[in-house]
């Protein structure tokens, strides 16, 4: 009886399978949504192999990723798919970080490794940094109003979202148990790479929740503590996408009574992040302080809300300004030895 043969080492899905579960799950424990980001662009990128080079995924191997066919793979996801520079920059670094991993565990793949990291990244522009004006914000908040339970929830999720600048998804996992009551009040964020921060909740936001918490209905089968914060119909948890249609349609309605507000502004729930974000520094807040608000891991990720505030570097600048110019500069043409010297230069 013949023995089946054995599978080749490089064999892709076998390395694919551990970068997944020993990998990402095990080593770097990273976030769900981060496997679920990596795991769609490897299957964007096994599709493009099965259809366009015809290697099917159960007989794809390491070899075969390529610098050429890594560069093709990005060329499909721009003109085929219609991605965006920002898009092919994800599904790239998805790819150079499968590639690292393959390298510590099949080093004779080293050198064609080195080639496919060397791809570079495509340049974006700059992200807009839009923002709303202190006064905006307050004909937002106060546009939902409290006349019922669900007018109250929007009205307590906006103040939330813009006070605590959380992320949307951060808003969507929160549950009841997240919020400290007792003065001052705080709120328990989890975000990106599961760190955990507490959040600060001011006064009349902290009175609003409260308010909420009062009027909220007990969820059905679950603890008080481990019910949703911010739910939808039969008592769901509020989606990323329920608090973007949620915010959008009190943003038509603000628009609707005063067409100059916020006029050219696309207004998303991270554009409350980051007018707290803008608020704070106008405010003189340190930068520290504004980064852990907002859960970055590094300042320098911060700092971009600063270099976008002109109207605050204008002002720190003319508060360090020490006038050093003359008021009246003397007339040059009077000087006869100036006027001499100017015209020895063209001899």
Known sequence: MSRRPAPPPDLAGRWLAKFFTEHLAGERAVSPRTVASYRDAMK?????????????????????????RVLRFLDWLEAERGCSAATRNQRLAVIKSF???TAVEQPEHLDQVTQVLAIRQKKIPAPELGHL??????????EPGTASA????????????????????????????????????????????????????????????TDYLEHLDPHPGIGPGAAPLFRGPNHARLTRSGIAKLLARHVRAVRARDPRWAPGL?????????????????????????????????????????????ETKRKAIEDAYEPLTPKTLPDWTTDASLIGWLDSMTR
């Open 266 to 310: 696309k207004v998303t729930p991270h554009t409350l992040r980051r007018t707290r974000a803008m608020h704070l520094i106008q405010a003189g807040v340190n930068l520290i302080y504004i980064r852990d608000l907002l859960g970055h891991v590094d300042v320098s990720t911060t700092e971009i809300y600063a270099r976008a505030d002109a």
């Open 44 to 68: 964007l990128l096994l599709t493009w192999f099965k259809d366009a080079e015809h290697i099917p995924p159960e007989k794809l191997c390491l070899v075969d990723i390529d610098r050429s």
């Open 150 to 209: 669900r007018t109250l929830r929007d009205t307590a999720l906006l103040a939330l979202a813009y006070d605590t600048a959380a992320r949307v998804q951060e808003l969507c996992d929160l549950d009841i148990a997240d919020v400290r009551r007792a003065e001052p009040m705080t709120v328990v964020i989890r975000g990106k790479g599961s760190k955990v921060r507490y959040v600060p909740v001011m006064g009349p936001t902290a009175r609003l929740l």
């Open 133 to 142: 004006t202190a006064v905006e914000v307050k004909a937002l908040l106060a």
């Open 99 to 101: 590639s690292r991993y």
